[in-house]
Nanobody, 124 residues
Framework: QVQLVESGGGLVQAGGSLRLSCAAS????????MGWFRQAPGKEREFVAA????????RYADSVRGRFIISKDNAENTGYLQMNSLKPEDTAVYYC?????????????????WGQGTQVTVSS
């Protein structure tokens, strides 16, 4: 497993943008797939986006496709989630997750490393 630390959350107005970062503790993160999930109050944690180990393949939830971009910089052991055209319904705690083996997946239980989460609040 690797330790993951998210940053970049905050308060933004609807229509605005934020970029979340996910810093990994080990260089083996370069061989990991990475996912972003979010959890709003009273709701289950849901899939947002995922990228395979080398960034060549991505997957998005329907609710964010066309607005969010996931990427991974293996040289920096860091992943990113660029969030554009934010909506109030995007308000949640966002978590990054890592999966050894590198193959992309949207299934929460296939990720073995998780960050502590970062709050994103979108005001209307």
């Amino acid at each position: 497993q690797v330790q993951l630390v998210e940053s970049g959350g905050g308060l933004v107005q609807a229509g605005g943008s934020l970029r979340l970062s996910c810093a990994a503790s080990r260089r083996t993160f370069s061989s990991y797939a990475m996912g972003w999930f979010r959890q709003a109050p009273g709701k289950e944690r849901e899939f947002v986006a995922a990228v395979n180990w080398n960034g060549a393949s991505t997957r998005y939830a329907d609710s964010v496709r066309g607005r969010f971009i996931i990427s991974k910089d293996n040289a920096e052991n860091t992943g990113y989630l660029q969030m554009n055209s934010l909506k109030p319904e995007d308000t949640a705690v966002y978590y990054c997750a890592g999966k050894a083996g590198g193959f992309i997946t949207s299934l929460r239980n296939e990720y073995e490393s998780w960050g502590q989460g970062t709050q994103v609040t979108v005001s209307s």
